[in-house]
Every structure is written in structure tokens, then in C-alpha cells.
């Protein structure tokens, strides 16, 4: 009886081990789904054809009328997702006034990096994605200038929205007498929310707008035609 007592012991305890592997095991897999569904989640939402042109009807001196152009670039790589992004006034498209890529990674809790890089030499001398082959002209991720400090912290809010900004003040800005900008971005399924703010040494607000974010919405969930 002893014996059999014994075995009947550890084979319970066996069966208690599996168990227990498996309900700690199911919750890592999917947090692991959840981090990849996010970071896709948000690409998604980034990418495409947005402008401001409601919002500068309603208030035309407070906001601009800017096209805003977020697409996916060297989709190859495994240490993206990489997005080629440019502003442009709505009578200068062809003269965008920032151009800028972005990388994008996932934190171990959960929060979306988007890391800021600029282009190297004058950001006008590179074709733009769907106006060339693709390649950008051939520029490559190692030629990119970071842009420390200036990276972008997304958190999901709930299933319709993410929220994100620049952590802390080291975002660096010479414009207008500025010595830090700060960004605040809000992603939705139909439209992103920018406000992006320079501010001077003694903290005070030097440009920027005042009144609330540029709220850029889709036309079209790619570049431009």
C-alpha cells in the first residue's frame, strides 16, 4: 500500500506541475500576441495620406493646411517596422518642410517606441517612396542621423486609441529662439492628433500652436497617388 501511495503522490504532483506550466505559460504566449497585435496596431494607424484642411477652415489663423504622409519603408528588415514621413503645406507639396523616418519597437511593458531620425545632408535631395522606386534615393538605416531625446513613448489607451509623447525636455530645437520641443500624438483609426511645441529656456512657449493639436485626418491609407 505504501508503494502504491507513493506513486499515486507523484503522479499527482506531476499532473499539479503540468497544470501549473501551462496556466503560466498560456499568459506569457499571448501578452506576446497582445505586444505584437499592438506595434502592428499602430503601424497601421500611422501609415497613409492625412491633412489638416477642416481644421484650417474652421481656423484659419491657428492652423495651416498640411499634408502629412506616413509610409512603410525597407519592409525587409526585422528591426522595424521603418515608416518615411513628411509635412508639406498643401500649396508646396512638392517642397515638404520635414522629412523625417521612424522606427518603431515595443517595450518589455508593453509601450511603442518611435525612435526620430533625420536624413542626412539636405533631406530634399531624396525621392520620397512613391515618387521613385522606393529605395529613397538609396538611402540605407546606417547613413540616418538620430535624433536623441526626441523619441516618441505610445501607450494603449483603450481599443480606439493610443496616446503618446516626448519623455522629459531633451529634445533638442534652435527654432525661434526654442532650446527643447515636446510632442504629443494621438493615434485613432481615422486620424492622428500632433501638437508639437518649442519652448525657451526659462520654459515659456516660444512657437507652436496654443490652441490644441494639428488633427491630421486619413484620406487614404497610403501615399499619395
Not at 503522479?11 to 500576441?33: D, Y
Not at 526659462?202 to 490644441?212: D, I, L
Request: glycine share 12%.
Amino acid at each position: 500500500m505504501g508503494r502504491r501511495t507513493n506513486r499515486t503522490l507523484l503522479v499527482a504532483s506531476a499532473m499539479i506541475l503540468l497544470a501549473m506550466a501551462a496556466c503560466t505559460s498560456g499568459p506569457k504566449v499571448s501578452r506576446g500576441k497582445q505586444k505584437r497585435k499592438a506595434i502592428q496596431t499602430v503601424k497601421k494607424w500611422m501609415v497613409g495620406t492625412f491633412n489638416s484642411h477642416q481644421q484650417s477652415k474652421q481656423a484659419p489663423g491657428d492652423f495651416h493646411d498640411i499634408r502629412l504622409v506616413q509610409v512603410p519603408i525597407w519592409e525587409f528588415r526585422d528591426d522595424g517596422p521603418w515608416l518615411y514621413v513628411e509635412q508639406a503645406h498643401s500649396d508646396a507639396l512638392n517642397k515638404p518642410y520635414r522629412q523625417r523616418v521612424y522606427q518603431l519597437s515595443i517595450q518589455s511593458d508593453g509601450r511603442i517606441d518611435s525612435q526620430v531620425f533625420d536624413l542626412p545632408g539636405n533631406p530634399l535631395d531624396y525621392t520620397a517612396p512613391w515618387r521613385g522606386d522606393g529605395s529613397l534615393g538609396g538611402l540605407h538605416p546606417d547613413s540616418l542621423v538620430p535624433r536623441p531625446g526626441c523619441t516618441v513613448v505610445f501607450k494603449k489607451v483603450d481599443g480606439n486609441t493610443f496616446k503618446g509623447g516626448i519623455e522629459g525636455t531633451g529634445c533638442p530645437s534652435d527654432l525661434s529662439g526654442a532650446t527643447y520641443l515636446s510632442s504629443d500624438v494621438t493615434l485613432r483609426s481615422d486620424r492622428i492628433l500632433v501638437w508639437d511645441r518649442g519652448y525657451g529656456p526659462q520654459g515659456q512657449q516660444v512657437w507652436g500652436s496654443t490652441s490644441g493639436p494639428y488633427i491630421f485626418r486619413r484620406t487614404s491609407s497610403r501615399g499619395p497617388e
